[in-house]
């Protein structure tokens, strides 16, 4: 329960600064809905799951495998807008598995 709890609280962090950009670019609720879910999803998959690679690594892979169907609908019709979402995931991913990591093995 204490890694679902920790994956819960990094993955909503990670959304409102996912969120926060999309909103002032005056995107859709239903797209800024998407995205913080996402990264909710992402911080209890990295913090529940068992994948051998450093946590960075392990954060990005998560959350680029959770993107991916997503990609693949915003790709074909604004393939251009796949440039700052890649970038966005590279960086809050890496983050999310770093944090996640140092929270569940900080020691108490």
Request: charged content about 15%.
């Amino acid at each position: 329960m204490k890694k679902i709890r920790i994956g819960l609280i990094v993955g909503v962090i990670a959304g409102i600064f996912d969120v926060i950009p999309m909103i002032v670019q005056g995107l859709s609720w239903d797209a800024n809905f998407s995205a913080f879910t996402m990264w909710v999803i992402v911080g209890v998959l990295t913090a529940t799951t068992d994948i051998k690679l450093k946590s960075a690594l392990k954060g990005i892979l998560i959350a680029f495998l959770i993107l991916l169907p997503t990609a693949i609908l915003i790709g074909w019709k604004e393939p251009l807008s796949l440039i700052p979402i890649g970038l966005m995931t590279i960086i809050l991913g890496s983050i999310t598995g770093f944090l996640i990591d140092k929270w569940i093995n900080r020691k108490t």
